[in-house]
């Protein structure tokens, strides 16, 4: 296993434990823990590329441990009635219908190949951010004025990248031999 591939699996790990510590109101703690996995999260892919570790696994792994820590975020926010329910259905949403995305073209035989855009890794960006600064709260009162121009940014950023892969598989589809799609 390459370092990338196991730094992304200690931020799949923590994914849990990040979701424990929330639900028992430490947030220190969990702010902690979403912080490692936010710069592991830059770190596993930088490793990657200077050191020449890029790895089929990696390129499934990392998108699924961001999901993954992402979601789980966004769930127990909203649950615990920090973040709106709003926002955790669009995140919801989105990766769902990317996984779904990814299913068809799976079974239609077409390849796939796992490469975020970058309008993907702004959103990511976006959705870490936003996680991070409703965690500040309990120790920045201040940063609470600025949560609806957050929320609706990482809104629009995430139904915008949906969308957007949404045309992406759409084009490989219409792209793809007729046979392919007849069943």
């Known amino acids: 296993m390459t370092i ?3 730094i992304t699996t200690i931020r799949i790990v923590l994914a849990p434990v990040f979701v424990i510590y929330l639900i028992n109101s430490q947030f220190l703690a969990a702010l ?3 912080l490692i996995c936010a710069v592991s999260d830059g770190l596993d892919g930088a ?3 200077v050191f020449n570790q ?3 696994l990696g390129a499934y792994m990392d998108p699924l441990a961001d999901k993954l820590i992402l979601v789980a975020a966004f769930v127990a926010l909203s649950i615990i009635g920090i973040l709106p329910p709003w926002l955790a259905v669009t995140v919801i949403a989105r990766d769902m219908m ?4 990814i299913l068809v073209l799976f079974l239609n035989r077409l390849e796939v190949i796992i490469k975020p855009s970058f309008l993907s890794k702004i959103t990511t960006w976006a959705q870490f951010v936003t996680v991070l ?3 500040t709260e309990f120790y920045l009162s201040t940063v609470n004025k600025i949560y609806p121009y957050i929320f609706y940014l990482t809104g629009l950023l995430t139904v915008s990248s ?4 949404m045309y992406r598989g759409f084009k490989i589809i219409g792209e793809a031999p007729a046979e392919r799609h007849e069943s």
């Open 4 to 6: 990338p591939n196991l």
């Open 32 to 34: 902690i823990v979403f």
């Open 47 to 49: 490793l990657a590329r």
């Open 54 to 56: 890029k790895s089929k």
């Open 98 to 101: 990317i996984l779904l995305g």
């Open 133 to 135: 600064i409703v965690l």
């Open 162 to 165: 949906g969308l957007h892969y």
